[in-house]
């Protein structure tokens, strides 16, 4: 957040949407940060009212709300927010070029929009990294995973000028090393015997993840682009 945050330029008291909010931890940490304020969006009313809850335990909830909406349906007001951000939730959107364009919609003129996404690798994929992703796709319940190339062309097609597109892979691949440990631990496999199959699917693909960045199947990208002011 923070690396995003300061290529993304973020300025104090920025209105912010945070689109596929979860529980809220990006928005909350901006409106303490950088006084910003603003709305999150996610699909899950769980979600919402955690962060809801969240954000009035911290005395936030005057600056900041939640709403359950579904991005691939959502229909902006124009120019209507300083920053868009979205932290790895665009893995799950249908359409991403319709939707990078209503992200250019709903800015401000010379708004920006900070993005963080996992991607698939640049350039040729190899068959055995290709049946991977896939894998690891349909565990994660992602739409699609696209290149950062992809994510570049398209934020530009929308109208935006990009300012940052980083390959910030080696810095997030220790992640799911860490995470591959927490589901080899005997406590959390029991647990995860009892909970249902998207769950088990999920934890399940830990080590896909761990194995998909140490052979350079997938990448993470760290995106800003800004709206022209004229």
């Known amino acids: 957040m923070e690396r995003l945050a300061e290529k993304a330029a973020i300025p104090r008291g920025a209105r912010v949407l945070d689109i596929g909010c979860g529980l809220g931890g990006s928005l909350l940490w901006l409106a303490e940060q950088f006084e910003c304020e603003g709305a999150g969006m996610t699909i899950s009313p769980v979600q919402a009212r955690m962060a809801a809850a969240k954000a009035k335990s911290r005395g936030l909830g005057g600056r900041v709300s939640f ?15 300083d920053v868009v951000w979205i932290m790895e939730s665009s893995e799950h959107f249908h359409d991403k070029p319709g939707f990078f364009a209503r992200c250019a919609s709903a800015l401000k003129p010379g708004g920006v929009l900070a993005c963080c996404a996992w991607l698939r690798r640049d350039g040729a994929v190899r068959e055995e990294d290709r049946g991977l992703v896939e894998a690891i796709g349909t565990a994660m319940l992602s739409a699609s995973l696209d290149s950062l190339s992809d994510y570049r062309e398209w934020m530009s097609a929308a109208g935006l000028e990009v300012t940052t597109a980083d390959d910030i892979t080696r810095q997030v691949a220790p992640t799911w090393t860490h995470c591959s440990r927490i589901g080899r631990n005997p406590m959390v496999k029991l647990a995860v015997r009892f909970m249902d199959q998207p769950t088990r699917r999920f934890v399940q693909s830990f080590p896909l993840m761990e194995q998909a960045y140490a052979q350079g199947a997938m990448a993470f990208g760290l995106f800003a682009a800004r709206k022209p002011r004229a």
């Open 67 to 81: 709403r359950v909406e579904d991005a691939d349906l959502w229909r902006p007001e124009s120019s209507s927010f």
